[in-house]
């Protein structure tokens, strides 16, 4: 076995004496990535990525040890990395945390929706912020370093570079890279360029077209909003003029784009609103400003009265409506009682109209029952995008029929197209109602449906009453 041949042939073998090589996840040449277990057989499972070029192993092992010190919810955990040796050939190895789904799985099998776009670029965003005040630069921004682990969407962490440094093994004729990352120092406006390729990715199944030769920018495809915004922000060929971050967060969320203030000295505006030189220090009359002061306070004031009338006008009519006056009988003005004066113990509860449901409460209660389930039918093609599980919880209320007349999420999980298969399943259930003291009465379910490769399953969970 050489070193460049790193490749599906090697599922079996033992990576340091404890890592068995499980499956084949991808990779060529001098790299590849498997699936792993931890701690033996039906234990936690994980990803393990080998490199077989000796010359940097010393870089790989020093970045690892960097990168695994970084903890954000939306980065990948770096787990345990070393050295070993297959058949003469030195390798390195990092383990990392193993994804249920990779974005790069899904998008040739279908876009994604506008909702799963934003769902995705949220914490990606999250990711960056937290990597570039670290000092860091991803630099392998794309589809196949957006994963999911249990169910939240995270990137990659094994492969960052420190800013200033130059970027290794950058490809000039990949799209995600920054013009400038293959020639010169990686900065985080490489990463900003690698989103807005990825925007395009994601949500047209294709990447933007380039024209190297013209040095023109790539073309944007008509996207929906507030994306072909982003995208066209993000694809600027000169670094300096992209959108940073908070601009991509700003146009996501649909806020006005932050602007630089002048950094003019501060100045004064006269009487009639114009700008005037700073004054001297020591010479501000202080008499506008007690004025000032004193009008906030009358205003504040005036405001205080008005809201304490209202507040109680508001209160006077709701203690009228809720306790009038009782009209005097025939007997005279001391029998007039409220009725909430009586104690409660004076009107047994079962003289009451409508009290029935109130006392069947304390009383034991009949669990109802599942009538008819769905599952939902998932394509094939959609089912081999899931590595591991996806978990979707739904909570149903149930009328007194059994029939579900609303239903919200509990868990919406990593992918919108999972979760309306969900929703529009859990719909679809009937139960049988639970009793009390006889009676059919409303209930409340969870619904929890886990998809994975091999089918989808939902398990069932009456929570109330």
């Not at 047209?204 to 982003?230: C, H, M, W, Y």
């Not at 630089?260 to 009639?272: E, N, V």
């Not at 409460?361 to 996806?390: E, F, I």
């Not at 992918?415 to 529009?424: D, H, K, N, Q, V």
Request: with cysteine; charged share 20%; net charge negative.
């Amino acid at each position: 076995m050489n070193a460049f041949a790193i490749g599906g042939d090697w599922v079996g073998q033992v990576i340091d004496g404890r890592f068995p090589l499980l499956e084949w996840l991808g990779g060529s040449g001098t790299r590849g990535t498997f699936l792993t277990e931890l701690d033996g057989p039906g234990s936690q499972k994980a990803t393990l990525k080998l490199f077989s070029a000796p010359v940097q192993a010393e870089d790989r092992l020093s970045g690892w040890k960097a990168m695994a010190d970084l903890s954000h919810v939306n980065l990948v955990r770096i787990l345990l990395f070393g050295r070993a040796e297959i058949d003469g050939v030195p390798l390195v190895y990092v383990v990392t945390e193993f994804a249920e789904e990779v974005l790069s799985q899904i998008i040739p099998e279908r876009p994604l929706t506008v909702d799963e776009t934003r769902q995705m670029l949220e914490p990606v965003l999250d990711a960056l912020s937290y990597v570039h005040a670290k000092g860091f630069v991803h630099g392998h921004l794309k589809p196949s370093n957006i994963l999911v682990v249990e169910n939240e969407v995270k990137l990659s962490a094994d492969g960052l570079i420190v800013a200033g440094a130059q970027g290794s093994e950058i490809s000039s004729t990949d799209v995600h890279n920054a013009p400038e990352a293959a020639t010169g120092p990686m900065q985080p406006s490489a990463d900003i360029w690698s989103l807005g390729v990825t925007v395009v990715e994601a949500l047209t199944q294709n990447l933007p077209v380039r024209d190297v030769a013209n040095g023109a920018a790539p073309t944007v495809p008509s996207l929906p909003k507030p994306f072909a915004e982003i995208a066209h922000a993000c694809l600027i060929l000169d670094a300096a003029r992209r959108a940073g971050l908070s601009d991509v967060r700003a146009m996501l969320e649909g806020r006005p784009k932050p602007t630089l203030l002048p950094t003019k000295p501060a100045t004064d505006l006269d009487a009639a609103g114009m700008l005037t030189e700073p004054k001297a220090r020591g010479k501000i009359s202080v008499v506008p400003l007690i004025i000032g002061v004193v009008v906030l306070v009358i205003i504040a004031i005036g405001l205080a009265m008005r809201s304490h009338k209202t507040n109680t006008a508001g209160l006077e009519t709701e203690t009228t409506q809720q306790a009038p006056p009782a009209e005097p009988d025939s007997k005279g003005p001391s029998s007039a009682v409220p009725a909430s004066a009586a104690p409660s113990s004076a009107i047994p509860s079962s003289s009451v109209p409508g009290s029935e449901n109130a006392s069947a409460t304390t009383s034991g209660t009949a669990k109802g029952d599942v009538v008819h389930r769905d599952v939902p039918d998932v394509p094939p093609s959609a089912s081999a995008t899931v590595q591991g599980k996806v978990t979707v919880a739904v909570r149903v209320s149930v009328d007194a029929t059994g029939a579900v007349h609303d239903a919200e999420f509990t868990t919406h999980g990593p992918s919108a197209y999972f979760a309306r298969l969900a929703m529009e399943s859990a719909r679809k259930w009937t139960f049988k109602p639970p009793q009390t003291n006889g009676h059919a009465t409303p209930s409340t379910w969870v619904l929890r449906y886990q998809f994975r490769r091999s089918g989808a399953d939902v398990t069932p969970q009456q929570t109330n009453p």
